[in-house]
C-alpha cells in the first residue's frame, strides 16, 4: 500500500467509460452521504483553510500555482469531507483528515499536473493518510448506530427518515471496499479509472465491487434502489 507521502500519478477523467449506477440508488447515496459544506471559521479545519486560502493568494500573485488550483482545491473541500467522514464514521476525525490532506496537498502542490483529475489526487492523499492513520492506531472507530450521520449538515426530510435509515442499515451490512467503490462512483461520480487510482486497484476491480455492492442493496431495498 501507498504510503500517505506517496502521490499518486495523473489520472484524466475524461479517459475513463464511466458506466452508469441507477439514478434511484445515486440520489439515495447522497441523501445519506450529503456534502458536509458549513465548516467553523474557529475550527482547526476553518482556520487551516483560512490560511490555506492566504498562501495560494500569494502564490497566485507570484504566479507560483494556477488560479484553477486554488479554486478547485477550496472549492473540493466539502467533498474532502463526505469521503473523509464515510471511512471515519467521525466527524472530528475527519475534519482532521480533511486538514492533513490540504497541508500535504499544499507540501506537493508541485506535483499536481494542470489538466489531470484533481479530486482523484486529493482522495488518494486522503485515503493512504487515513490507512496509515489505522496502522497507528490499530483499532477500527466502530459506528453500529450509524450515529455519524447525525453530524452531515444536510439531514434527510422528515417523510425519507424512514427510507433512509433503511439505506443505512443496508451501507453498513456492505464489505468495507465494495462501500467504499460504491461511495466513489456513485456518490462523488468518479470514473471507473479515477476510483481505481484511489482505491490501488485495477479499474475492472472497481467495476465488479460497484456492481457487487449495487446488486445487494437492490436485493435488500427493492427495485426502487
Same mark, same amino acid.
Given at each position: 500500500?501507498? =504510503?500517505a507521502d506517496e502521490l499518486p500519478g495523473p489520472v484524466s477523467e475524461a479517459s475513463a467509460v464511466h458506466s452508469p449506477v441507477h439514478p434511484s440508488l445515486g440520489e439515495r447515496l447522497r441523501q445519506y452521504y450529503p456534502q458536509?459544506?458549513?465548516i467553523d471559521r474557529s475550527s482547526p479545519l476553518g482556520a487551516i483553510l483560512q490560511r490555506l486560502s492566504t498562501a495560494l493568494d500569494a502564490a497566485d500573485a507570484r504566479r507560483a500555482v494556477p488560479r484553477a488550483f486554488k479554486d478547485d482545491l477550496i472549492g473540493l473541500v466539502p467533498r474532502l469531507?463526505?469521503?473523509?467522514? =464515510?471511512? #471515519?464514521?467521525?466527524? #472530528?476525525?475527519?475534519d482532521d483528515l480533511v486538514q492533513f490532506t490540504l497541508l500535504k496537498a499544499w507540501e506537493h502542490r508541485g506535483h499536481f499536473q494542470p489538466g489531470t483529475s484533481l479530486v482523484?489526487?486529493?482522495f488518494t492523499i486522503l485515503r493512504n493518510g487515513f490507512i496509515n492513520g489505522r496502522r497507528k492506531r490499530r483499532r477500527e472507530v466502530p459506528d453500529p448506530d450509524g450515529m455519524y450521520a447525525s453530524v452531515l449538515s444536510e439531514p434527510a426530510r422528515q417523510d425519507h427518515r424512514l427510507d433512509l435509515r433503511d439505506l443505512q442499515?443496508?451501507?453498513d451490512r456492505l464489505e468495507p471496499a465494495h462501500r467504499e467503490a460504491l461511495m466513489l462512483v456513485a456518490v462523488d461520480g468518479l470514473p471507473y479509472e479515477a476510483a481505481a487510482t484511489v482505491i490501488g486497484c485495477p479499474a475492472g476491480t472497481?467495476?465488479?465491487?460497484? =456492481?457487487r455492492a449495487r446488486d445487494r442493496l437492490v436485493r435488500e431495498l427493492g427495485a426502487s434502489a
Amino acid at each position: 500500500m501507498r =504510503s500517505a507521502d506517496e502521490l499518486p500519478g495523473p489520472v484524466s477523467e475524461a479517459s475513463a467509460v464511466h458506466s452508469p449506477v441507477h439514478p434511484s440508488l445515486g440520489e439515495r447515496l447522497r441523501q445519506y452521504y450529503p456534502q458536509v459544506a458549513e465548516i467553523d471559521r474557529s475550527s482547526p479545519l476553518g482556520a487551516i483553510l483560512q490560511r490555506l486560502s492566504t498562501a495560494l493568494d500569494a502564490a497566485d500573485a507570484r504566479r507560483a500555482v494556477p488560479r484553477a488550483f486554488k479554486d478547485d482545491l477550496i472549492g473540493l473541500v466539502p467533498r474532502l469531507r463526505r469521503y473523509a467522514q =464515510s471511512l #471515519t464514521c467521525d466527524g #472530528t476525525e475527519a475534519d482532521d483528515l480533511v486538514q492533513f490532506t490540504l497541508l500535504k496537498a499544499w507540501e506537493h502542490r508541485g506535483h499536481f499536473q494542470p489538466g489531470t483529475s484533481l479530486v482523484a489526487w486529493l482522495f488518494t492523499i486522503l485515503r493512504n493518510g487515513f490507512i496509515n492513520g489505522r496502522r497507528k492506531r490499530r483499532r477500527e472507530v466502530p459506528d453500529p448506530d450509524g450515529m455519524y450521520a447525525s453530524v452531515l449538515s444536510e439531514p434527510a426530510r422528515q417523510d425519507h427518515r424512514l427510507d433512509l435509515r433503511d439505506l443505512q442499515a443496508a451501507i453498513d451490512r456492505l464489505e468495507p471496499a465494495h462501500r467504499e467503490a460504491l461511495m466513489l462512483v456513485a456518490v462523488d461520480g468518479l470514473p471507473y479509472e479515477a476510483a481505481a487510482t484511489v482505491i490501488g486497484c485495477p479499474a475492472g476491480t472497481v467495476k465488479s465491487r460497484v =456492481s457487487r455492492a449495487r446488486d445487494r442493496l437492490v436485493r435488500e431495498l427493492g427495485a426502487s434502489a
